[in-house]
């Protein structure tokens, strides 16, 4: 879409059932698309082109974080995995194993040393994205935590909660941080500022919040979904 005056642009179709969630490299050259039909898919974003299909899950796919590059993806799935993919060769790198239930949601640090995955066991993992090792396990939360995103710094992790809770959490000792409560209804989603100073979270309650990080204070409240 053009947001200045709302046209519609391309439209990439291919998958068989609903999208989950899509990521676009930093030059706007690439996009991976997560679908419920368990693919991955990626498109050249000019022409409109479907690239290549990314197989290998066995259940609903319901992220996708990929490098600034474009050249590595990592998915999170239903079946209880993430796959590191490359993204030129469509083929698996390794396979993250480790949540004892679906995964809802990745973030990669912006200095693609580490992979940060949300889940339906109520936690988070922090993974080497080199080797695939298991790094920390933030626990804290009492149930599904949907949305996670990584500071520009990559100093900090910051996760949305079905509980209607935030949290920041240190990446590299894994301690929480602090707790954010605000909202009145789950959370499904959050995106944090250049200067990692503002998270922005989206809601069931049908609001989005801005939250100061640091000093855990409500900023403002955007209502007017329906």
Do not use: M
Request: overall charge negative.
């Amino acid at each position: 879409w053009d947001l200045e005056t709302q046209a519609e642009l391309k439209d990439f179709k291919g998958h068989s059932k609903s999208l989950n969630f899509v990521a676009v490299s930093a030059d706007w050259k690439l996009a991976v698309s997560a679908s419920e039909d368990t693919t991955l898919k990626v498109w050249d974003v000019e022409a409109g082109r479907l690239l290549r299909t990314l197989e290998g899950h066995t259940a609903d796919v319901w992220g996708v974080a990929l490098t600034a590059d474009g050249r590595v993806a990592v998915s999170a799935s239903e079946d209880k995995e993430l796959k590191v993919w490359d993204v030129e060769a469509g083929s698996v790198l390794r396979t993250l194993r480790g949540h004892t239930s679906a995964v809802y949601g990745v973030a990669l640090s912006p200095d693609n040393r580490f992979v940060v995955s949300a889940s339906d066991d109520e936690t988070l993992k922090v993974w080497d994205l080199a080797t695939g090792s298991e790094l920390q396990i933030l626990k804290g939360h009492s149930t599904t935590v949907y949305g996670v995103a990584v500071s520009a710094d990559s100093r900090f992790v910051v996760s949305a909660c079905y509980d209607a809770t935030l949290k920041v959490w240190d990446l590299e000792s894994g301690r929480e941080l602090r707790t954010l409560e605000g909202h009145s209804d789950a959370l499904n989603a959050v995106s944090v500022s250049e200067d990692g100073k503002l998270g922005v979270f989206a809601s069931d309650d049908k609001t989005l919040k801005v939250w100061d990080l640091q000093s855990a204070r409500e900023v403002r409240t955007l209502a007017g979904h329906a």
